[in-house]
């Protein structure tokens, strides 16, 4: 090869580089336009101003949020459940089955 061939190749190979690199830049931009970068999560701002009935309510310790007790007691349907089962493992347990045995009918 001559060196005036060697020469254009060169700038071949140049021009080739150039368009690959546009190439990249512009399916960059793309990918970035369809998956933007997420944004780092911010803290929640409370902007609600207590009523003053709301304010003294919490100076007297009353939050109106139920304390552990409220939420651990069995209501009704469950207690009604519980009586329902304890009634069927009565019946199931048999005089002299004390053993946890049960009856076949």
């Known amino acids: 090869m001559s060196e005036e061939q060697i020469a254009e190749l060169i700038g071949y190979v140049r021009d080739l580089s150039g368009a690959l690199c546009s190439m990249a830049k512009t399916l960059e931009l793309d990918y970035n336009r369809k998956y933007p970068p997420r944004r780092p999560v911010r803290d929640v701002d409370i902007t609600y101003v207590k009523t003053e009935e709301e ?39 048999g005089p002299g089955n004390g053993a946890g045995e049960t009856r076949r009918r």
């Open 55 to 93: 304010k003294l309510l919490e100076e007297q310790g009353q939050t109106g949020e139920a304390t552990l007790r409220e939420w651990t007691d069995i209501g009704p349907r469950e207690q009604a459940v519980l009586e329902r089962e304890e009634a069927a493992r009565a019946r199931a347990v």
